[in-house]
């Protein structure tokens, strides 16, 4: 398991090359020729953030289609976002990422911080050991874990029960370690600690957040959930915005790609997969949650910052933009009626074009009534001439229009993509401009300052990477309060909780604002905005009208992109509404009209625990080609091809419910 280890030095050479970060990134032993033995533990840990970032950066992006955070037409992502017949290349990245980059430096690091008394050190390979194997459960249910990262390239399997109490252990001892002193001679973790920049407390805090998040994912388990116990870590963890723990990201113009998958060292790992490509969408689900909360029809303030816009009815002066109005995205509807998606295929979401010149497109319509929709909603914006069947669409130059004779394509331009480029992904001119984010459809495009998206906040390459925030602390805290009957105690912490990720985001903002950035959608929120929301029906105000369904969903926008959605919507088994007397807590959350994977997803109700997606399947080429015998001593099914909607340890009520699964 613990293979190419070698290239760790290659890793460790490009990870000294951060402009942004050379503080903590400038001493080896040999800097010509680092080595295993060599290798400085304040070089170790960047690496291993920075690759555990982009694993989990790869789970978030993935996962946030199946809990329907957002649409892609890729096919392999779409096959989680929309018609759940989920592919198995979903499967090999984040494992190979965590493994491979991440977790094949954790026992170095912790041996040769050991070795030095650098305690610290040994504390942070404990988090990430947690982080990692975490997000290994969370996906695939059973995994190497006591033997993973040992010499042997078939290490034995262990069941999800056996890793989260060893997960457990190890924040535990995290906690211990951090609280003592370093000896004089032993590594500052100030040096090479790119998230708490050596904050041991702020680490402490971090590992008592994790504590309670983990806890709170044996909700099922009568006899294991602590809600107690999970509010004692919740008061050692995380008390402001200040306490929270994020990975900054950069955009700079001497950043360089990483050896294995070749993505931009510096940039966030949520760009690095959702911002990166143009599939990636808003989809109607978090959009109603942005619009229309509780049914209270008022716009979050976070809704122009989250969905992208884009340019439209631009007119040109010498070939430049003189003129235009910004069109915010309209959402990909695949959960509901899905009717765009039914007319051209779960895919078939279109990318736009930059015209040059003038364009005329000729659409062949031979249904009455779609042609004549298709008029109507044509002419306002261009010159349409109509003849028989045939439509004809003059698309003026500066237009930005779909270039296909398919009318069903024609209106795609609403749906605004949510990417944004770096100095490695952009136009030529974005090469040396770190500040210009966003995205162009060509370079033609670039020259004339047409902007096909804003970009979305959580997915830019210099958003953080959010590992642990205080308001997810506080969401906790208002799930546990309101379990125990605490109404009122409940209460406030939901309303800290929005405040909190409010807050979060206006400081964010406001920090861009401060560093230059020119986007509309990097500049902060108005404030009166955000008093008069979290004053609004949006906002649940009482104690005695607050439900469970009130702090999910605004858990659920405050989390975004994050594999937490997912693990929260397993936990309350979605839209079926049996957990408990909580009622339905995801309301209209179901399969897709474009649902395709009665294979996979082998339950025919939404009772059945198996009628939804619970799990990933193990990595085919890595996994069940070369350790195919101890995957299937630990679950016998591991390679069926049901598996995605088996439930992993902590999703599963008994330990007899879950070995009966394995059996």
């Known amino acids: 398991m613990k293979r190419i280890i070698s290239k760790i030095a ?28 060599s290798l400085l533990v304040n070089n170790r840990l960047p690496w291993i953030q920075r690759m555990y970032m982009y694993s989990a950066g790869i789970a978030n992006y993935r996962t946030a289609g199946t809990a ?3 649409y892609s037409n890729a096919g392999a992502v779409n096959s989680c976002s929309t018609s759940w017949d989920f592919s198995n290349a979903l499967s090999t990245s984040p494992y190979q990422t965590w493994f491979v980059e991440s977790a094949s430096n954790l026992n170095d690091l912790y041996e040769k911080a050991k070795a030095e008394g650098a305690y610290h050190y040994m504390a942070a390979a404990d988090v990430y050991y947690a982080l990692g194997f975490m997000q290994m459960l969370d996906l695939y249910g059973e995994m190497p874990f006591t033997d993973a990262l040992g010499s042997s390239p078939v290490p034995k399997y262990d069941d ?94 001497g950043d360089v790609e990483d050896y294995l998958y070749g993505d931009p060292v510096q940039t966030n790992g949520n760009w690095n997969y959702a911002g990166y490509g143009s599939n990636q969408r808003v989809s109607q689900y978090l ?66 074009t930059y015209a040059v010149a003038d364009v005329t497109l000729k659409y062949t319509i031979e249904d009455a009534a779609k042609r004549a929709q298709f008029v109507a909603d044509m002419t306002p914006l261009h010159a349409v001439t109509v003849n028989g069947n045939d439509v004809s ?72 990477f959010e590992i642990f925030t205080y308001h997810e602390a506080c969401f906790i805290k208002a799930e546990v309060l309101f379990r125990k009957g605490d109404t009122a105690g409940a209460l406030a912490a939901y309303k800290a909780g929005i405040k909190a990720n409010l ?3 206006q400081q964010k903002l406001t920090s861009w604002q401060g560093q230059g950035y020119d986007n509309p959608d990097m500049m902060p929120m108005n404030t009166a905005d955000i008093t008069n929301y979290l004053a609004s029906a949006a906002v649940c105000q009482t104690a005695s009208d607050l439900t469970m369904k009130d702090i999910m969903l605004q858990k659920y926008v405050a989390m975004g992109i994050s594999i937490e959605n997912w693990n929260d919507m397993r936990r309350f088994n979605y839209s079926t509404g049996n957990i408990g007397s909580f009622g339905v807590v995801y309301p209209d959350f179901d399969r897709s009209v474009m649902f395709t994977g009665q294979s ?55 330990d007899a419910e879950y070995e009966g699964y394995l059996k």
Request: charged residues 20%; hydrophobic residues 35%; positive net charge.
């Open 68 to 70: 329907g955070w957002l």
């Open 393 to 464: 669409v003059l698309y003026k130059a500066g237009s930005i229009y779909v270039n296909s004779k398919n009318y069903i394509l024609a209106g795609d331009t609403v749906y605004v993509n949510m990417r944004s480029c770096s100095t490695l992904t952009g136009q030529k001119g974005q090469k040396d401009n770190t500040k210009n984010l966003y995205w162009y459809a060509s370079e033609d495009a670039y020259k004339a300052g047409a902007i096909f998206s804003t970009g979305s906040f959580q997915i830019r390459p210099v958003s953080d």
């Open 160 to 253: 999800g029960k056996t890793i989260y109490n060893g997960i457990m252990a190890k924040l535990d001892e995290a906690i211990e370690l951090f609280g003592k002193p370093q000896g004089a001679s032993a590594t500052p973790l100030a040096g090479g600690d790119m998230m708490n920049g050596g904050n041991a407390e702020k680490w402490i805090k971090l590992c008592y957040g994790l504590k309670a998040r983990y806890m709170l994912k044996l909700s099922k388990k009568a006899d294991l959930f602590k809600p107690d116990e999970i509010l004692q870590c919740l008061a050692k963890g995380p008390q402001s915005n200040d306490d929270s723990s994020l990975l900054p990201c950069f955009n700079a113009t």
């Open 600 to 654: 996979k997803l082998i339950g025919t109700t939404k009772t059945d625990a198996r009628y939804w997606p619970r799990r990933w399947r193990l990595p085919g080429t890595l996994e069940l080609s070369y350790n195919e015998t101890n995957a299937k001593a630990i679950n016998r099914h591991c390679e069926d091809l049901d598996i995605w909607s088996m439930p992993v340890w902590w999703d599963c009520a008994t």
């Open 287 to 352: 959009y109603n949650l942005l619009t229309n909360m509780r049914g209270a029809g008022v716009e979050d303030p976070r809704f122009t910052k989250i969905v992208p816009a884009i340019m439209s009815d631009i007119k040109l002066n010498d070939g430049k933009v003189s003129t235009f109005t910004w069109k915010r995205s309209k959402p990909v509807d695949s959960h509901y009626t899905a009717d765009r998606l039914k007319a051209g295929g779960a895919t078939s979401i279109a990318a736009p």
């Open 10 to 37: 290659l890793g460790c050479m490009i990870v000294a090359g951060f402009s942004s970060c050379s503080d903590w990134l400038d001493v080896n032993t040999d800097p010509d020729n680092p080595n295993n033995k």
């Open 503 to 505: 807050d979060y985001m």
